[in-house]
C-alpha cells in the first residue's frame, strides 16, 4: 500500500547557505510561533549545527516528550512555488527525524489551504479555484 502525504517544494536560507527540499506539511504540528523541525543534516547543511544560539526545548511527540535543540534566528523559508512571499521562522533541531516538517502556523501564514489530504492536494488562498497542487516526493536527509 502507497501513503500519500503533503508535501511542498521549499527553499531554506540562512545567512550565505541555504537549500531547496521538500516540507512536510503537519497540521498535529500545532504551534503560536513560525516554527519548523529540521533534520541534523539538513540544519549541517544550513550552517546551524553546531548551534551557536540554542535553547532546550521540551516537545510533545507522538513517542512523548523529549528535549531538542530551539534556535531562534532570523531563518528565512519561501515556496518554490512562491518565492517573493518570506517568512522568517524558528528551528527546531530533530535528530530523530529525516525530513524537514511545517507547522500548521507556518503553513498557514504561507497561505496554504489543503484540499485532500489523502492525495495530497493543496493551493494556496489566492490561487484561482481551478487551480490544483500536487504533493511532491520527498526529500530525506
Do not use: Q
Not at 532570523?74 to 517573493?84: A, C, G, K
Not at 497542487?133 to 520527498?138: F, G, H, I, L
Amino acid at each position: 500500500m502507497s501513503y500519500v502525504a503533503t508535501r511542498v517544494r521549499i527553499k531554506i536560507k540562512t545567512g550565505k547557505n541555504e537549500i531547496e527540499t521538500s516540507g512536510l506539511v503537519n497540521t498535529g504540528f500545532e504551534t503560536t510561533t513560525p516554527d519548523i523541525v529540521l533534520p541534523l543534516e539538513a540544519a549541517k547543511a544550513l550552517g546551524l549545527w553546531p548551534p551557536r544560539r540554542a535553547k532546550l526545548a521540551t516537545v510533545e511527540t507522538g513517542g512523548g516528550e523529549v528535549e531538542l535543540f530551539y534556535i531562534e534566528e532570523s531563518i528565512e523559508l519561501s515556496l518554490i512555488d512562491r518565492p517573493n512571499k518570506k517568512l522568517s521562522v524558528n528551528v527546531i533541531v530533530d535528530p530523530h527525524i529525516r525530513e524537514v516538517i511545517l507547522s500548521d502556523y507556518v503553513c498557514g501564514v504561507l497561505g496554504m489551504v489543503l484540499l485532500d489530504l489523502k492525495r495530497g492536494y493543496w493551493r494556496l488562498v489566492d490561487d484561482p479555484e481551478d487551480i490544483v497542487r500536487e504533493t511532491v516526493e520527498p526529500k530525506t536527509w
